[in-house]
């Protein structure tokens, strides 16, 4: 009854709990090898290349090697399967998802007689990420508890200024008690003894994908230097809800039988960026390429909720309290980009190509009018640093067939944790007719990752380890 009457005297309405984290801002900045089934089959090495749809988002300047208008559209399909490690815990989950990863439409112009030859436009959609996953962690611990991470929020608060989205719930649902009550600088302590043995779990459910509009030109001189732009306009949609649960506690004499966290997460976003690039023809054998991208200026919505279930085996038996609806407009910028190619043709029965690629993670920004994101911007400074991603490419011809495989390894983007890599093995087939182009691409990616359930400073990381199978197909049509 005391609990009850000093929550009837807190203020209801939340106040902000900052839901844009470090982890955000790489999320949405990173990318996968998704688009054509061309581009895809070869790690996505394509920035010395040109003549296909997604180069356009990597070195615009490719759109400067259309001879012919293009037509292209890309289905896709795949899964992802995620090994979670944590304590003596190993769990397996995975997610099958279909989207389309391209399409495009060329518009070449007749080869003029001048030294410029020949004025390329076109517009389409190319895919850069996919959200789809689900994650399943678990584990036994008997050094800490998720309502260890409640009680250090809530200390030195008052209870009508506990956040609405954590701390207000495990008070409304009796999973913390006060110690010393002031109203100016009050105590609390876990009804549970967090030494004992208990299971924690966790599931995260995540959906959803980037992808941007693109809007091109590009040219050629003397079919030597080829110069082309991209007007970028990306869209982020993106869907997550995870449910932590302890359970089976080995201390029984709290009677809390068992109790879930839930939080759910949904964000939207609109941008734009600006990419330009060049690529020279040395000679009939060697081509080199270079691209710089503009930070993509991100518009943001965060719809999030939280939720706290809890299980007593007394008379208080279950508890329940959600948070208010929670809303938040802010800006993220993500990071410069520079790329860097090499082609080699091989007496034209088929090609070798690299691409470097160079961003610094560390150079990311959260704003908004509201809130200026300082302590988040400075997590980002010290978390994350410059990343170096290498794609290799190689295609060999036998009329009509193309045989491509790639591989891609892109650089970790955390300053304290150099082996976090992703690796992507790639694998093609396309039939070229002239006017009509069949493409297939298999990629295989590996990549690892950490998790932590609550606060770092009371529970070890998770061990994710994520693999993927992506499957492509290009249907193409020139004229």
Do not use: C
Not at 115 to 123: C, S, T, V
Not at 163 to 178: I, K, M, Q, V
Not at 195 to 213: C, D, F, H, M, P
Not at 349 to 373: C, V
Request: proline share 2%.
């Amino acid at each position: 009854m005391h609990k009850f009457f000093l929550t009837l005297l807190s203020v209801s309405l939340f106040y902000y709990s900052n839901a844009q984290t470090e982890i955000d801002a790489l999320r949405y900045s990173k990318s996968d090898i998704v688009g054509t089934a061309r581009f895809s089959a070869m790690a996505g090495a394509y920035g010395a290349l040109g003549a296909d749809f997604t180069t356009l988002s990597y070195n615009p300047a490719g759109i400067g090697f259309y001879q012919f208008s293009e037509l292209t559209f890309t289905p896709s399909f795949g899964n992802m399967i995620a090994t979670s490690y944590f304590g003596s815990g190993r769990n397996e989950d995975e997610k099958y998802h279909t989207n389309f990863s391209n399409f495009g439409y060329v518009v070449s112009s007749p080869k003029s007689g001048n030294e410029w030859k020949r004025l390329n436009l076109a517009f389409g959609y190319n895919r850069t990420a996919d959200y789809k996953k689900r994650i399943f962690i678990s584990g036994e611990n008997s050094n800490t508890s998720m309502i260890d991470n409640f009680v250090a929020n809530a200390n030195g608060n008052t209870i009508d200024n506990l956040n609405s989205f954590t701390e207000l719930l495990a008070w409304n649902t009796y999973l913390f008690d006060p110690v010393n009550i002031t109203n100016e600088n009050d105590e609390y302590k876990s009804n549970l003894n967090s030494l004992s043995g208990k299971r924690q779990e966790k599931v995260i459910n995540s959906s959803g994908s980037s992808g941007e509009y693109v809007f091109s030109v590009g040219t050629s001189y003397e079919d030597r230097i080829y110069l082309g732009a991209t007007i970028g306009m990306p869209s982020i949609d993106y869907y997550e809800k995870s449910t932590y649960t302890e359970s089976e506690f080995a201390d029984t004499a709290a009677h809390l039988q068992s109790f879930d966290y839930t939080e759910e997460l949904s964000t939207t976003g609109k941008g734009f960026n600006l990419k330009v690039g060049v690529i020279a023809r040395l000679n009939d054998w060697v081509r080199l390429g270079g691209a710089l991208h503009s930070p993509t200026f991100y518009d943001m919505e965060d719809e999030y909720s939280t939720a706290i279930t809890a299980v007593w085996s007394d008379s208080l038996g279950t508890k329940y309290d959600s948070s208010p609806f929670g809303y938040f407009n802010y800006e993220l910028k993500t990071p410069w980009k520079a790329i860097g190619s090499l082609a080699i043709n091989i007496k034209k029965k088929g090609l070798i190509t690299a691409d470097i690629e160079m961003m610094d993670y560390a150079s990311a920004k959260l704003n908004s009018d509201t809130y200026k994101f300082t302590d988040e911007n400075d997590v980002i400074n010290s978390t994350y640093t410059k990343a170096t991603n290498i794609r290799l490419g190689a295609e060999m011809k036998y009329k009509p067939f193309r045989f491509r495989a790639g591989y891609a390894l892109y650089g970790s983007p955390y300053k304290d944790n150099a082996e976090i890599e992703r690796k992507s093995y790639t694998f093609g087939l396309g039939v070229d007719k002239g006017h009509f182009i069949v493409d297939f691409a298999y990629v295989f990616s590996e990549g690892s990752d950490e998790h932590f359930m609550y606060s770092s400073d009371l529970v070890d990381a998770a061990n994710i380890i994520t693999t993927s199978h992506n499957f492509l197909f290009t249907l193409g049509l020139r004229y």
